[in-house]
């Protein structure tokens, strides 16, 4: 998966997003993830469920924009 332009490449491309990523882990390719702790945690949410790919309707996908827009704007 392309973690680096997640937004564009994914969400922005396909209106999709892995929502419940586990908040205690960066999000960022599993590969770069250097604790087994955060691997299992990682892995746990993905197994249950609580981790999953989850298709956005047009308007959450309007939501997500603008919420993007505005947080670029603040600098992030």
């Given amino acids: 998966m392309n973690y680096p332009n997640y937004i564009k490449s994914?969400?922005?491309?396909?209106?999709?997003?892995l929502d419940g990523w586990p908040a205690t882990i960066p999000?960022?390719?599993?590969?770069?993830?250097?604790?087994v702790s955060e691997i299992r945690e990682l892995r746990d949410a993905?197994?249950?469920?609580?981790?999953?790919?989850?298709r956005l309707t047009k308007t959450e996908l309007e939501k997500y924009k603008e919420d993007l827009e505005q947080?670029?704007?603040?600098?992030e």
């Fill in 10 to 17: 994914i969400v922005l491309s396909y209106s999709i997003i």
């Fill in 27 to 35: 999000f960022t390719s599993p590969w770069n993830i250097h604790t």
């Fill in 71 to 75: 947080r670029r704007a603040a600098g």
């Fill in 46 to 54: 993905l197994k249950a469920g609580t981790c999953a790919w989850k």
